[in-house]
């Protein structure tokens, strides 16, 4: 075999087995069965949902880009190498990144790289406007639906682009040197696309509208950011978003840090747990502004809470009877996110008869309810979108595999309500999207570890 072929192979090989290994690592959780335990302080991280556009952003920038509160996780790690693949340098102490992109010198997102996550779509758009050529193949990332691209292509079109491809290889060609500004209308509200096309605007010619924008905090950060080193745009957080394109012009001079927003998700997703397991416990960088819904159904469900100060949450042992039925449908923002569905519906396994839950945005969100149901919750799986969910039930400790990243966390949340034992396979689908996890767990108190397989 020809040595090029056999290094090839052996490369591929290496990923393999060093996926599968991650693969391999697995949560035990001892349950707090009942006692409210946790208590101190969790600090929560930056969001990956505004860190991965960030990076991306950078693309836009003449000069290098101080990125700041961007948090160590898998999905970061990821688009920056491929950022890096480009010829861009990163220059990274823990959580603040230097993105310095003078020498991008290709148009080429990795194969490997982006097939491992979603958001490396998020690139297309910057790479697009500022080299006029982009190629990809179809990005990956969670299992949890459809996540087709279709939104990102049409658009790009509608912008003076050219769309072709050889195999599974897309390659977009911009047939002027600059795209061109235009109207684009979203028939389904996506963040991505949103924001990629956001960010392709600022560098277009002429004047972009876009509308049936998302709404999500996200993306008026990312906008206000823009805006703040010369970027125009108006309208970001609402359904139409003008942006006046630079007719090629990267952003340059003046460049304060871009300090990453908190992570809302993750916010979220601790209130939960802490609802239901917590003695006392503060949540701190918990945006109020960004969980306002969240708030609301907590109202609902009977979850006392305080604001000591701003942003942080104070949830003290529950001194309700009990928790009170709800029905949730996820929703485009300011709706209830998709992305706290699953880990609010553990909180309703312990709830007060019956809760609905109707998840609108993606297919495969639901499935993490058998593994709810393996545990002693009582559910009813309608259809992939809906199910009934009939509380209060004891939840016990099982083996589980994760599925994805959010449902993975709520199975962390069942295991440390439950009685005994919970072993979650898949772990390192939670870590890529909550940074230092298991640390910042135990240090609340949360009996959790990870552990390889041992015959691994
Ligand atoms: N859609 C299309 N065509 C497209 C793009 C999207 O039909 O070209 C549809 C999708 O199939 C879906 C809907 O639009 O039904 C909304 O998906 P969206 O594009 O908004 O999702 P996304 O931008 O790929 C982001 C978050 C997700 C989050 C969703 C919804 C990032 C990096 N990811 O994904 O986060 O669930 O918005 O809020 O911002 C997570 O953090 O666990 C996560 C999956």
Redesign the pocket.
């Known amino acids: 075999m020809a040595p090029r072929r056999a290094a090839v192979i052996f490369r591929k090989m290496h990923l393999n087995l060093k996926s599968l290994r991650k693969d391999m690592k697995k949560f035990i959780i001892n349950g707090c069965g009942g006692r409210k335990k946790l208590k101190g302080e969790y600090v929560v991280s930056g969001s990956?949902?505004?860190g991965?556009?960030a990076i991306a952003m950078t693309l836009l920038f003449k000069e290098p880009v101080t990125l700041k509160n961007i948090p160590e996780i898998e999905?970061v790690f990821r688009i920056s190498e491929i950022v890096e693949k480009m010829g861009a340098e990163i220059d990274r102490k823990k959580n603040t990144f230097i993105i310095n992109t003078k020498s991008l010198d290709n148009s080429k997102i990795d194969r490997e790289l982006g097939e491992t996550?979603?958001?490396s779509?998020?690139l297309t758009g910057p790479v697009l406007a500022r080299t006029g050529k982009v190629e990809f193949y179809f990005p990956g990332?969670?299992s949890?639906?459809?996540?087709?691209?279709?939104?990102?292509?049409?658009s790009f079109e509608k912008m003076g682009a050219k769309v072709g491809g050889r195999g599974d290889k897309i390659i977009i060609r911009s047939k002027d040197k600059n795209l061109r500004g235009a109207e684009l209308i979203?028939?389904?509200?996506?963040?991505?696309?949103?924001?990629t096309l956001m960010m392709a605007a600022v560098l277009a010619k002429g004047k972009t509208v876009i509308k049936n924008a998302?709404m999500?905090p996200?993306i008026e950060y990312l906008a206000n950011y823009l805006k703040m080193v010369g970027a125009e745009i108006e309208g970001a957080g609402s359904p139409t978003i003008t942006i006046k394109g630079r007719n090629g012009k990267l952003l340059e001079k003046n460049i304060p840090p871009y300090v990453n927003m908190a992570d809302r998700?993750e916010a979220g997703s601790i209130a939960i747990l802490a609802a239901l397991n917590a003695s006392d416990l503060l949540i701190r960088h918990f945006v109020k502004d960004h969980l306002e819904i969240f708030l609301d159904i907590f109202d609902r469900i009977g979850v006392k809470y305080t604001f000591p100060r701003k942003n942080v949450l104070r949830i003290k042992s529950q001194n309700v009877k009990k928790f009170k039925a709800v029905n949730i449908k996820t929703h485009?923002?300011p709706g209830f996110?998709?992305?706290l569905q699953s880990q609010m519906g553990v909180l309703l396994t312990q709830a007060d008869g019956e809760s609905r839950i109707f998840e609108t945005?993606?297919?495969s969100r639901l499935s993490y309810l058998n593994g709810l149901a393996q545990m002693g919750a009582r559910i009813e799986m309608w259809n992939i979108h809906q199910a009934a969910i009939f509380g209060p039930r004891q939840l016990t400790g099982t083996r589980l595999l994760a599925p994805?990243?959010?449902a993975g966390f709520a199975y962390i949340i069942a295991g440390v309500t439950a009685r005994g034992q919970t072993i979650i396979d898949n772990s390192y689908v939670i870590r890529r999207?909550y940074e230092n996890i298991l640390q910042k767990l135990q240090e609340i108190g949360v009996d959790i570890e990870e552990k390889y397989e041992a015959f691994f």
């Open positions: 990956k949902n505004s991965l556009p999905d996550i979603r958001s779509i998020i990332g969670c949890i639906g459809k996540r087709p691209i279709d939104l990102f292509l049409t979203l028939p389904v509200q996506s963040v991505t696309a949103t924001e998302a999500e996200e998700i485009e923002h996110p998709t992305d945005i993606f297919e994805d990243l959010r999207g």
